[in-house]
DNA sequence: CCCTTACCTAACGGATACTAGGTTAGCCAG
DNA sequence: CTGGCTAACCTAGTATCCGTTAGGTAAGGG
């Protein structure tokens, strides 16, 4: 096999593991036993188990970052636009079960690796609150009751996102529109409100 | 020092421990030496790493599935019950932050702990949806349009707490009502929406 | 004076990231 | 065809870490 196929294995693989056992519970064994290969093959592609996973993370980021790129901005109504955005990016998961997996591993056990961890999301997040920034009325959002308002939204987005995610490739059977929905019934009432500048619910 | 105080001495550093490196990444070594301890006395009072990690799971939340049974249910309108639920969450893990940290932590890389972590929450998830069955207007949300209604917003509330939450303990300067503020706004307006009939959002 | 209780030192065994060095198979110049 | 070079892959380790255990010490109470 060439160098590159033989990567390409390896990296499928390697997403795998790291998604079924996290960071510290893939083994590189592992890693190399599914990519039809031994271990040392692994360490003529990645210098180090951490190179490795870094580069995973680089890409499957990368991939759902331009998911939103691509499907957010428009001039169509922002509900539509927000609805195909998240209809997009579930269509992802449903493409690559594990790199969402992997990516929504908090923790690794690793100081460094959670550090970097750390950082490639947050470039994803610094690439994607912009193109909500954007948006009329997000200065609602931003300059609400709630003091860091839009990178609380972000958090809640993404809580809501995620959890779904990994209860989706628990239940296979689910539809993507199913999922989808309740995604969009979950996050757009709050932002509609928001953004039309409707108020909060006040804090008794 | 007391065996029982020993003990508790432990478990909080376990927590600690747990939270921060995830179960793999836990060191026995590292939780005896925060207990002021070698690690051989971990195990006169646990009969192993796993034994010491359900025995955290079962403790941190059985008393977070108390927070919901005693503040959900009652005569008060439905949102106030829902913001009092909230808040005294978000309280729990101010008071508890590695607690928290611990349980949300999806994976461990043991299939075994994988499941122990899984077969407690479940046992959570069925102690508390039941509270949310018996709102009024809850079969709304079950027979809704999403087919597994109930267990799907059981996934939204969860990923939301669970993001604030994490979040929070990076941010501890945010006052609690900041946050409780916007979960409620996250979540409450599409229960509202869901429990009075109103309908969800149409997917084009 | 003994026995229990809390704790220790020292080590074993297994797993794991990573490496040194060799083997095979195809390709290409002569 | 042939000899040698390269690229893909291997066997066989090494060093380290970690969960766990065996067995012992020391202090305090009865």
Redesign the interface.
Known sequence: MTAAARREVIETAATEVFA???????AIDEIARRSGVTPPVVYDHFASKRDLYRRLLERHFAELREVWRRHLPGDDPP??RF?RSIDAWFAYIESHPFAG?ML???????PDVDAMHAEVAARSRAAILPLFAAEPGAEGLAGS????GL???W??L???????A??WTD?PG?PR??????????????FE??TEGEG??P??
């Open positions: 079924e056992r996290g960071y510290p519970g893939a509900r539509e609805a997996l929504f591993r908090e923790a690794s056990g690793d009751v709630i003091g860091e990178e609380m939204a958090v809640v993404r809580g809501v996102l995620q959890g779904l990994i209860w239940h689910v529109e199913q999922v989808v929905a309740t995604a969009m019934n979950s996050l757009w009432f709050g409100r928001v909060w619910v804090l008794d």
